[in-house]
């Protein structure tokens, strides 16, 4: 199901979950010292509760996010706006969160593949492309992009809403990992509140998503490599009836 703003719709998810991304007022900002981007490939994802994510689309029916932002017992609606600017709210007809993922992981300090797919009761729009994904498994000193929809004031959840891209240098701060890549610009720049699920690329394609942003927005950002979970992401969008791309 596709709800609008001002459309009636099951009291189940209400349209306050729009006040949570603020349409009113002037343009809200999105990743800690980024320039605005065109969403090609990317959306929101919004959860029962106000949570704010993003999201990447791998099939015209199916998006790719941060495994916290698809939690058990909650609604979740996929957000973009359309043609003429108005909000629009898709339904989630089914989730395949990681068996990899570890809700617990960061304060117990083990090992997470924090990624979740949703599949959307209906297709998105045809200007949505759906990502290549990159095979590749950057190392230090390497430069990616890092995309997303969050605050770029800190505690301030009306400066989400609007996509943004940063680049930013890859750092080892425990050394090479094979699961996750470290991201760290100098100064104020990288990710927030709202950036979780949304895309870092190396210029041919998704290289991870995005999943946790260490200390004060803008400091360490750690995301998920795609390549390592290839299978799991093939075997789910089959399931669905998709299939992603991989470059």
Known sequence: MVF??????????????????????????????GAEATPEGAVMVLSSKGGVCSAVVVAPDAVLTAGHCAAAG??????????????????????AVHPGYD?????????????????????LPSRFAPATFSAASPRAGETLTLSGYGADTPGDPRST??????????????????????????GRAGGCRGDSGGP???????VAVTAW????????TQAVLVAPQRDWLDRTLAGWGGAARWR
């Open 4 to 33: 609008r703003a001002g459309v009636p719709r099951p009291a189940a998810i209400g349209l306050a979950w729009l006040a949570t991304v603020a349409f009113a007022g002037g343009p809200a900002g999105a990743v800690v010292g």
């Open 74 to 95: 909650l609604e979740h609606r996929v957000h973009f706006r359309d043609a003429s600017g108005q909000p629009v709210l898709v339904a989630v007809a089914a989730r």
């Open 103 to 123: 809700a617990g992981a960061i304060a117990g300090r083990r090992r997470s593949i924090d990624l979740a797919l949703l599949r959307t009761e209906t297709p």
């Open 161 to 186: 809403g609007t996509f943004r891209s940063v680049a930013l240098p890859v750092i080892e701060p425990h050394g090479p990992s094979r699961i996750l890549v470290w991201l760290k610009g100098p």
């Open 200 to 206: 870092v690329s190396d210029g041919s394609g998704v």
């Open 213 to 220: 942003i260490g200390g004060a927005c803008g400091g360490l």
